[in-house]
């Protein structure tokens, strides 16, 4: 176990998903931990003891603190990396690392899933809540299970006994100037782990899981080598694997009202939108299908704003918001709207909305909607903030 005991460590952007993993986990393993965010987040909940700063700028870091620091401040305060924090917990220990453009957080939290319904009591720092896990970080005493991001290339900081790689897609425009540059990358990756799975070299799984897609039965196919490599036998595992139900906010149905079902997702690239609506054809193949879509990086929007449409016109009517910024300063003549025009063009005829403000998109979708349909929120900023309206409207 990492030497944490008498470590202090301020986290900034301890709001965030893998931030506010990197703090329970340290924490529970003898750190004093405390941090700073612009504003409140559902992981905040966990770490509801912890002293907290919300503020528009992060303060000063208290005196004989580390500072831990979240990519999206880089820029405003100095000091170890989310990456380097990690790297110091993956070379502590026994370590299961997934990597790859799409399915990291599922994957990741189907190896943890499976090795905690086994007694194995995991160590995981996950991309999102599991709910079925109760957290998207635990500190056991067993495997470490981790992802890994290449959208800063701290991927390459870490050296598990394990690498799964999931696939490779140009996803990161800010950092990668080409595929081949990431392909690049995650083969460098690969030969520095222990042993490797190449998610793209495995057929699915052909046994019934409780989430639905063919990218899920991939991401499980996946799961399961890495298990057997880490000493779990197959049958055992997709014993356990079948009763998988899923991270927060990857297909997560979120509720039902006036004959509308609604689901929400983080799919954010086009072959995510793509994968998310095949998935819903599969559990709802005859219902319409209208997507609240929320662009997220002005570099992804530019790049892919064609290929965006393409994959948003599997739905039968669609609604953008403005980009959500994120980490990004604005680049001239980048909108929303530019997938708006390309989904117009590709699809004539189509009904596309376009609402800038978040908060008129939600009503927006409801005057489209009618019984037996299906609305999905989906896209990685806060279009999840629009899920209460959405019901709300609809009377649930």
Known sequence: MPAFDGRKLWFVGIGGAGMSALAVVTRAWGADVAGWDRHETPYLEQLADVEIAISPSPPSTPVDWEPVVSTAYSALVSGQSRGELLAELVSSRRAIVVAGAHGKTTTAAMIAFCLHELGLDPAFLIGGSVPQLGSNAGAGEGWLVAEGDESDRSLELLRPEIGVLTN??????????????VEELFTRWLEGCGSAVTGDALEPVSFELAVAGDHNRRNAAAALAALELAGVEP??????????????????????AAGVTLYDDYAH???????????????HPAARVHVLFQPHLYTRTRYLAEELAAALSRADAVCLTEIYAAREEPLPGVTGKIVVDALARRRPGMWVGWAPELGDAGPMVIRAA???????????????????????????
């Open 168 to 181: 490779i897609d140009l996803d990161h425009h800010s950092t990668f100037t080409s595929r081949g540059e």
């Open 235 to 256: 049958v055992e595992a997709a014993g356990v694997l079948g009763h998988f139900r899923g991270a927060g906010r990857r297909l997560e149905l979120r509720g039902a």
């Open 269 to 283: 690239h086009p072959a995510e939108v793509e994968a998310t609506l095949n998935a819903i054809r599969e559990l």
């Open 370 to 396: 009618r019984d037996g349909d299906i609305v999905v929120t989906m896209g990685a900023g806060n279009v999840d903030d629009a899920v209460a309206v959405i019901l709300g409207r609809l009377g649930g």
